[in-house]
């Protein structure tokens, strides 16, 4: 059984750019959500997609968008990234509707100077 | 809207000194509270899912318990390999598509 893979695991990206962060769910799971983690914070959530569309997306701008594919495989872009923007993006994976816990991946560390 | 608590930020304990995290949370109405562990550098690693006040649950030397406005991480006889950051977690019911996450207790366990 894989776990949730993410790419790449390290980026450093220039202020105004866009940037493209991939993952591919845990084999079985349908629900993928994204979440954004700060130096020394909790992970916040980003958003979630579940059959390919938008479930539920927290307090984050526009500019953070997503797309999830008929593989369960999902990308987040963000547009025009700012310094505040540099974090750990982490991707996790889940079963629609169960009692299970959410398998997160590794993570990709961004940084924007 | 949904607030989690940790205490304390921190923990430094000497290998073998037992100690309890505490996560304190506010939800309309509670469909899950999660515990993870983090490593450095690393994503969260699952370790327990509790769903109703006075469930317990046990994984080595962790245990956790939940109450209507609080859950417990304890930690028994830890270990150097027990050095992490530990998060807890909950879901609402009323918007169960996500995580709401607390800031974490970095846990430091000497030999």
């Known amino acids: 059984e894989t776990g949730v893979t993410q790419s790449p695991t390290h980026l450093i990206k220039t202020r105004g750019q866009q940037v493209t962060l991939r993952c591919s769910s845990q084999?079985?799971?349908?629900?993928v959500s994204w979440y954004q983690q700060a130096l020394g914070q909790g992970p916040q959530f980003i958003f979630q997609?579940?059959?390919?569309?938008?479930?539920g997306r927290g307090n984050f701008p526009p500019r953070f968008s997503g797309l999830q594919f008929p593989n369960y495989s999902s990308e987040l872009n963000v547009n025009a990234l700012e310094l505040d923007d540099s974090a750990l993006y982490l991707c996790?994976?889940?079963?629609?509707?169960?009692?299970?816990?959410?398998?997160f991946g590794s993570g990709t560390r961004l940084t924007v100077v | 809207e949904d607030q989690v608590t940790q205490s304390p930020e921190a923990l430094r304990l000497q290998e073998g000194e037992s100690s309890s995290l505490n996560c304190s949370y506010t939800?309309?109405?509670?469909?899950?509270l999660f515990w993870y562990r983090q490593d450095p550098g690393k994503g969260p690693e699952f370790l327990f899912t509790?769903?109703?006040a006075g469930e317990e649950k046990e994984k080595e030397r962790l245990k956790a318990t939940l109450t209507k406005k609080e859950s417990f991480l304890h930690i028994t006889a830890p270990k150097p390999e027990d050095s992490a950051t530990y998060l807890c977690?909950?879901?609402?019911?009323?918007?169960?598509?996500?995580?709401?996450f607390g800031a974490g207790t970095t846990v430091t366990v000497r030999a």
């Open positions: 939800v309309s109405g509670l469909r899950g």
């Open positions: 509790l769903y109703s």
């Open positions: 997609y579940y059959r390919e569309e938008e479930n």
């Open positions: 084999s079985g799971h349908n629900t």
């Open positions: 996790a994976s889940s079963i629609s509707g169960s009692n299970y816990g959410y398998t």
């Open positions: 977690a909950v879901q609402d019911l009323s918007n169960d598509y996500k995580l709401s």
